[in-house]
């Protein structure tokens, strides 16, 4: 079993920043994608950023330009440095990662219980 533990959400005013953690832990071969999604009240989960085990990123074009996803693979940990937050940024933020647990599994996918990140207008 793999867990997910997301933190850094919190309130912060327009223009400001914030910087999400997830790490994961558990019965970990290999860590693949990993990725940050947020829902707001009354919309659909969406994709905010992901990035390879390698390091290459996919940005929604929301946040392309604000948002910066990083990994520490030694520390399976994934961040969000989120910069000049918006009310519309406003969200409860989901950690995703796709876990190998052995050589011989298939991959799964796996979710962190959500961090909350209001920001008003």
């Known amino acids: 079993q793999v867990q997910l533990v997301e933190s850094g959400g919190g309130l912060v005013q327009a223009g400001g920043s914030l910087r999400l953690s997830c790490a994961a832990s558990?019965?970990?071969?290999?860590?693949?994608?990993m990725a940050w999604y947020r829902q707001a009240p009354g919309k659909q989960r969406e994709l905010v950023a992901s990035?390879?085990?390698?390091?290459?990123?996919n940005y929604a074009d929301s946040v392309k330009g604000r948002f910066t996803i990083s990994r520490d693979n030694a520390k399976n940990t994934v961040y969000l440095q989120m910069n000049s937050l918006k009310p519309e940024d406003t969200a409860v933020y989901y950690c995703?990662?796709?876990?190998?647990?052995?050589?011989?599994?298939?991959?799964?996918?796996?979710w962190g219980p959500g961090t909350q990140v209001t920001v008003p207008s």
């Open positions: 990035i390879t085990s390698g390091g290459s990123t």
């Open positions: 558990g019965s970990i071969f290999s860590l693949n994608i």
């Open positions: 995703n990662a796709k876990v190998q647990s052995t050589w011989y599994a298939v991959e799964r996918n796996y």
